[in-house]
Every structure is written in C-alpha cells, then in structure tokens.
C-alpha cells in the first residue's frame, strides 16, 4: 500500500522566512497529489493539486514541486505570516478512486 | 452555501451502542467519503461513493457500516461502538466520481466511546 511520509511533525520558522515541508511516498506512483491545510478542530481545506507531468506549480505565496524520480514533493510558503500557522497534509491519489493522506506538518511562524 | 454538513459535532457513547454520524452536502457532488483522523496518523480512508446507490471499502472499514440512496447525504453506522473507534471523523466531497479532484470536507465529528 502507498506510504507517506512528512518531513517533521513540527516546523518552527521565524516570520518572513520562506517555509518548506517535505511529502515522500513510496511504492506506487501518482499520478497527481494535493496540499490542504488544517487548522485546530477544523477540517482540511485545499490548497493546491499537482500532476505527474507538471514540475511546479504555484498559487500567490504557495509553491509545490514534485519530482516522481525522488517520489517527493516540496511545500513552500514563501514571506510567511503568523496566519499560516496550521497543520499541512499532504495527499496523493492510490489508483483506487480515493486519496492516500500524509500525518501532516504542524508549522508555526513566530512574529 | 452551506458545502459539506456533518452532525453531530460531539458524541459519547458506551461501548456497544450504535449510532449513525450524518453527512450532506449542497454542491451536487458524485464522489462523497469517510475519513478517521487520530493523532500521528493522519486521515485513514473508511469507505466511499462514487454515486448513489455505489459504495466501496477504504483502508479501515471494520466496524463501520455506509449507504448512499441520494446524492447528497452519505451516513455512517457504528454497528457496535468500540474504544477504538474513539476519534475524529470526517466526511468529504469532490464532483468527479473518480475521486480525483480536490475534497471538500465537512468540520468533523469528534465521538468518543467510552
């Protein structure tokens, strides 16, 4: 079965700075996978999706890569804010008409 | 809009009960979810649509019973409440029905079985 890993359970980053989280997977591969974001006793809320056949991808301050070589895909949050602060999932597609979710990073931007 | 709608929000229970979590969405999607969040796990697939009348098995359905007679609400059976089923549960929707695209989710129902 797919297995997905997010670099750390938690990232501290100073505001401003530039926030990268990490999704490995192993075994089969996507052909898409999805960033959401969760916030403490909410559910998650889409950020951004990117294919197989699609280096990068960006949406205002988000930038996701993926490279299907390293069967990785990078996260960042570029001049971070303290509003960013929340849980970041990762989440890839298994082939079988449902998603495959990361644990997720916990990110905490201080002021 | 309302989007995906879950109640209860909060639910207790004695091992052994049954009790059904709703789910409803507004948005005419084919493709609605099951998901159980508990902590350094993230979310485990518990079953899916991916139409009326079209339901499968994800990674952990023991225990757990679905139907989907209409489009817009997917209920969720505990048959027999366990401690184990103690977690967050969340429901989720897309338009396709190949589940590919991007989920919306419900604001989650927290049960815990005592």
């Known amino acids: 079965s797919q297995k997905i890993e997010q670099n750390s359970e938690a990232l501290n980053i100073q505001e401003g700075k530039t926030a990268t989280l990490t999704c490995n997977y192993t075994?089969?591969?996507?052909?898409?996978l999805q960033w959401y974001r969760q916030d403490p006793g909410r559910g998650p809320v889409f950020l951004l999706l990117?294919?197989?056949?699609?280096k990068e991808k960006r949406k205002e301050r988000l930038k996701v890569t993926f490279d299907t070589t390293l069967k990785q895909s990078l996260f960042h949050i570029t001049a971070s804010q303290p509003a960013d602060s929340a849980t970041y999932l990762c989440?890839?597609?298994?082939?079988?008409?449902?998603?495959?979710f990361g644990s997720g990073t916990r990110l905490q931007v201080q002021p | 809009n309302a989007g995906v709608t879950q109640t209860p929000k909060f639910q207790v229970l004695k091992t052994g009960q049954s009790m059904t979590l709703q789910c409803a969405q507004d948005m005419n999607h084919e493709y609605m979810s099951w998901y159980r969040q508990d902590p350094g796990m993230g979310l485990r697939l518990i079953h899916y649509s991916v139409g009326a009348g079209i339901t499968d098995q994800g990674e952990v359905p023991n225990g757990y019973n679905v139907s989907r007679s209409t489009t817009e609400d997917f209920p969720l059976r505990l048959l027999s409440a366990a401690p184990s089923q103690t977690s967050v549960y969340f429901c989720?929707?897309?338009?396709?029905?190949?589940?590919?695209?991007?989920?919306?989710f419900g604001e989650g129902s927290r049960l815990t079985v005592l």
């Open positions: 989440a890839l597609d298994t082939g079988r008409r449902a998603l495959t």
């Open positions: 075994n089969y591969s996507p052909a898409y």
């Open positions: 989720a929707s897309s338009y396709p029905g190949t589940g590919t695209g991007e989920l919306f």
């Open positions: 990117i294919r197989e056949n699609e």
